[in-house]
């Protein structure tokens, strides 16, 4: 069957990857990308598609009612992927409230058009940070939610919005919590994409403490194999962890970094903690719902890392506008000020 996907945030890292594996991998399939196009968003990600007539794009946010519900009667929508979010934990410090808007009530609106108009699936991408921290062990679908940064806590609260629509109104919706992300065209602010693009402009990279938190990290076209599958094959109601058990610590990434790009470890700078209280130590997830259906990973962590060092090395011209931005350089003096002049 043909179907018409709406991708919400299609424009920004994760969503733009997903709609090019979408286009490429379902050739009956049409594809409407949404985006807001705020600093995160950007069309150049989508280079490769934007001719295809079986895409289109539409700027626009999702809590516009009007809009959003627009879009599902003219495009005749029948399945919603949802990645579009303020995902930054770091902004979020800094702005805490903001991201409820999207991260929350945009979640209600777009599941309020599936209502109205019906879909066959709506899955909302969701992260292994709504599970807080844990020292020890791997989290299960079924775990608690124990949210410690503003953003987790909005990602959270969508979780919440999905699950209710599915009780109170039936919508056959799916949820999938995925790991630290990595790959080439991630907005430059994360640890590998801001660790990265500082080092090739000579800069120093900031570690937070001593580096010693450990996150699970997995390539974007890994990530993205198993939203479809979830998308294809998950049972309406159900939650999927989508990792890849690549533990490392923060310190290790650096390290890693450095020595794929040939330079001195006394580039990385540790600086006094900026996140506090709110900085999780640990993540890490059983995946053995989504692995029952099918999915593993396709390549190796090493692989997929050295090719993401390789992407930001060859494609200067993709993150020097960003990194160069006002925006950018705005959050940059906001949140790593206070270090800057410590030869940041
Ligand atoms: P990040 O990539 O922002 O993802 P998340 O907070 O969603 O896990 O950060 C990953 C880890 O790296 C986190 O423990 C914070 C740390 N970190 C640094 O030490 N230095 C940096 O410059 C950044 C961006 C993150």
Same mark, same amino acid.
């Given at each position: 069957m043909t179907n018409t996907l709406l991708i919400t $945030?299609?424009?920004?890292f994760i969503g733009s990857h997903f709609t090019k594996y979408w286009i490429a991998t379902h050739l009956q399939d049409r594809v409407v990308a949404l985006d807001a196009l705020t600093y995160a968003g950007n069309t150049a990600n989508l280079a490769e598609v934007w001719n295809d007539p079986r895409f289109r794009f539409i700027p626009g946010r999702i809590q516009d009612q009007a809009s959003v519900e627009w879009i599902f009667k003219t495009e005749k929508i029948t399945r919603v992927v949802n990645f579009a979010a303020e995902s930054h934990n770091d902004r979020s410090l800094l702005d +805490? $409230?903001?991201l409820i808007q999207t991260n929350v009530y945009g979640v209600s609106v777009l599941l309020e058009a599936a209502r109205k108009f019906g879909v066959e699936r709506f899955l909302h991408v969701s992260t292994d940070e709504v599970y807080g921290t844990t020292d020890t062990g791997v989290f299960k679908e079924d775990d608690p939610l124990l949210p410690n940064t503003p953003y987790s806590a909005g990602k959270a609260g969508g979780e919440m919005v999905v699950r209710a629509h599915h009780v109170?109104? $039936?919508?056959p919706t799916l949820v999938t919590r995925g790991g630290n992300t990595f790959g +080439?065209?991630?907005? +430059?602010?994360?640890l590998i994409s801001f660790s990265l693009t500082r080092l090739l402009q000579g800069k120093k990279i900031p570690l937070y403490g001593d580096g010693s938190q450990r996150r699970e990290w997995i390539a974007v076209r890994d990530h993205c194999a198993g939203i479809a599958t979830v998308l294809e094959k998950g049972e309406p109601g159900q939650i999927y962890n989508v990792g890849d058990h690549n533990e490392r610590t923060n310190l290790w990434i650096m390290q890693r970094l450095l020595s794929e790009l040939g330079m001195d470890e006394r580039l990385i700078k540790r600086i006094? *903690?900026?996140? $506090?209280?709110?900085? *999780?130590?640990r993540y890490s997830m059983d995946t053995a719902k989504l692995q029952r259906m099918g999915w593993k990973p396709e390549r190796s962590f090493d692989e997929a890392l050295s090719a993401t060092v390789r992407w930001y090395r060859e494609n200067e011209s993709w993150w020097r506008p960003i990194v160069e931005s006002e925006d950018y350089q705005t959050f940059v003096r906001r949140f790593y000020g206070r270090y800057l002049g410590e030869d940041l």
């Open positions: $945030g299609g424009a920004g +805490p $409230g903001a109170a109104y $039936g919508i +080439p065209n991630q907005y +430059p602010e994360k006094e *903690d900026p996140r $506090g209280g709110a900085h *999780d130590r």
